[in-house]
């Protein structure tokens, strides 16, 4: 089993809303991260969280805030957001220092901030 | 510098082969990989190849890797129109978790 799960699938916000998006995985993994892409762009990495503690954060605005409660999920929750921060966001998961360390995506939450 | 590059655009008939280039520039990466993107899902992996090896071949994948010229290929044989789809090649280094630099991504059209 290689899946990994995000809801919701879409989300629409308001700027001065409050919502959480959600990543799972049974795979065992115990490297997480957050990635935000932009229409006809990569992925850009947002956060990684290694043995559950948060251990890249790639300059990301405080209006982002990622949770990681137990080795199997990783919340990201969002306050105050803008519209500029309408993407499709991704979660992926890896081994740690297994041969290849293949990080394994979700299928994204598409966010629209109005 | 952690550039990776790709031409934006293939264009291919049903039944032909595909080559998607990418060129890195870290020699220190490990792993390189492909991933493939169809309109508004997520990352699928494809295929990844150790920097050790020269060639991976996996049904219809054949990855290939100039290590000197830091030069990565795809080939798919028998393109499909489910072939369709946005290729993004990344480079990444393990030890820790895997921080991985992609490539703008590769548009292959597949047309009858």
């Known amino acids: 089993d290689t899946e990994v799960t995000q809801t919701p699938k879409h989300l629409v916000m308001g700027m001065t809303n409050k919502k959480s998006l959600k990543c799972e995985q049974h795979m065992g993994h115990r490297a997480m991260y957050w990635y935000k892409q932009k229409a006809k762009k990569p992925p850009e990495l947002m956060f990684v969280?290694?043995?559950?503690?948060?251990?890249i954060n790639e300059s990301v605005p405080s209006r982002f805030s990622p949770e990681c409660p137990n080795s199997s999920l990783l919340n990201l929750h969002l306050h105050a957001l803008q519209p500029e921060d309408s993407a499709l966001y991704l979660c992926?998961?890896?081994?740690?220092?297994?041969?290849?360390?293949?990080?394994?995506f979700g299928p994204g939450t598409r966010l629209t901030v109005l | 510098g952690e550039d990776v590059e790709q031409s934006l655009f293939l264009s291919v008939r049903e039944g032909d082969s595909s080559v998607i280039n990418c060129t890195y520039t870290d020699s220190s990466s490990t792993y390189l990989y492909w991933y493939k993107q169809e309109p508004g899902a997520g990352l699928q992996l494809l295929t990844y190849i150790f920097s050790n090896m020269d060639m991976k071949q996996d049904q219809r994948l054949t990855v290939l890797l100039n290590k000197k010229d830091k030069h990565l290929s795809l080939r798919i044989a028998d393109t499909q129109t489910g072939d369709s789809a946005i290729y993004f090649c990344?480079?990444?280094?393990?030890?820790?978790?895997?921080?991985?630099?992609f490539g703008a991504g590769t548009r292959l059209a597949v047309h009858p």
């Open positions: 992926a998961s890896s081994q740690i220092g297994s041969v290849a360390d293949t990080q394994y």
């Open positions: 969280y290694s043995y559950e503690k948060l251990s």
């Open positions: 990344a480079e990444g280094r393990s030890g820790g978790y895997n921080k991985l630099i």
